[in-house]
């Protein structure tokens, strides 16, 4: 059987929307299972300040960041992630023969998930409680929709939001959404790939990148992570607690980013921590 790879490609700045198609085109092409999972952080940036919508980021107590969505941001979110970003990918991957189709966590029920009721949030030193935030997590995926799909040969092409059981769409963080994915797919590998090469000891230095995550180190991982890395490898170790072999945290710069990534380039987890 075809193996399954399911690929996060980061929305920040720098990473080029063409160079990912360009190499997810060339995973295709190897007969692979794949879905695409993309964000969108820096075009919705652009967008909230075009809106006159300032980009707000929340920080948990343990460091975790997070986009501060409201209302108005939630907005600019569906527009810059599944407009702009969803589609550009989609033709650009359709012109390279991929039989692409984009789809929102909303579609269909893909993703469903759980708004937060509260979060807490660290502001100038203290810890204050947001209500109104328009986020949450995935918790649950229909995995025979994406099936479907894959038997037929068309490409899963997805992005957040999720949605709830009351029909409100939330912001989920893209990374564990596509861990969750992996899961439910029982998929082979799960990359998470961005615009930095995986977990820096020290974001400064490149040379700083830990490599093979062994046993006994994923404190080591955890600690070493900061801002929205903290993210991906909370997505790593909820990919490998449900099932999923391997996951590689790398970078998305390149044409041929996602073969550099299978071949291990980047912070690599093995199914030892399931």
Same mark, same amino acid.
């Given at each position: 059987m075809?193996?399954?790879i399911?690929?996060?490609?980061g929305g920040?700045?720098g ?8 190499s997810?085109?060339? @995973?295709?092409?190897?007969g ?6 993309h ?19 929340i920080?948990s107590?343990?460091?975790?960041v997070?986009? !501060?969505t409201d ?5 600019a979110? #569906? $527009?810059?992630?599944?407009g702009?970003?969803?589609?550009? @990918?989609v033709a $650009? ?6 039989? &692409? *189709?984009? @789809? ?5 029920g893909?993703?469903?998930?759980? =708004?937060?009721a &509260?979060?807490r949030?660290?502001?100038?030193? =203290?810890t204050?409680i ?5 986020s ?11 099936n479907?799909?894959?038997d037929?040969?068309?490409i ?8 709830t ?7 989920v963080? +893209?990374?564990?959404?596509? +861990? &969750?994915?992996?899961? %439910?797919?029982?998929?082979?590998? #799960? ?5 930095v090469?995986?977990?820096? !000891?020290?974001p %400064?230095? @490149?040379?700083s ?7 006994g180190? *994923? ?8 801002? =929205? $890395?903290?993210?991906?490898?909370l ?9 999923v ?9 390149g044409t ?9 380039a ?8 399931a």
């Amino acid at each position: 059987m075809a193996r399954t790879i399911v690929v996060k490609v980061g929305g920040g700045e720098g990473i080029s929307l063409e160079h990912a198609a360009e190499s997810f085109a060339d @995973l295709v092409a190897t007969g692979a299972r794949c879905v695409l999972v993309h964000g969108g952080s820096h075009e919705t940036n652009v967008l909230s300040v075009r809106l006159g919508i300032p980009p707000k980021t929340i920080t948990s107590p343990s460091g975790n960041v997070s986009r !501060r969505t409201d209302r108005a941001t939630l907005d600019a979110f #569906l $527009m810059a992630y599944c407009g702009k970003v969803n589609k550009t @990918l989609v033709a $650009m991957l359709r012109a390279r023969t991929v039989d &692409a *189709i984009g @789809l929102s966590g909303i579609d269909g029920g893909l993703w469903h998930g759980e =708004r937060k009721a &509260a979060i807490r949030s660290v502001e100038h030193g =203290r810890t204050v409680i947001v209500r109104d935030d328009l986020s949450g997590r995935v918790t649950g995926v229909d995995a025979g929709l994406l099936n479907l799909l894959l038997d037929a040969g068309r490409i899963p092409v997805l992005t957040p939001p999720a949605i709830t059981d009351d029909g409100v769409a939330i912001n989920v963080d +893209a990374d564990r959404a596509a +861990a &969750a994915t992996a899961a %439910a797919l029982g998929a082979d590998e #799960l990359l998470l790939l961005s615009n930095v090469p995986g977990v820096l !000891r020290d974001p %400064a230095d @490149l040379a700083s990148l830990i490599g093979q995550v062994g046993e006994g180190g *994923i404190e080591d991982v955890r600690n070493a992570a900061s801002g =929205r $890395m903290k993210n991906k490898v909370l997505a790593a170790e909820e990919a490998l607690a449900g099932g999923v072999s391997r996951v590689v945290i790398g970078s998305a710069r390149g044409t041929d980013a996602i073969e550099l990534a299978l071949a291990g380039a980047g912070t690599i987890f093995e199914e030892i921590w399931a």
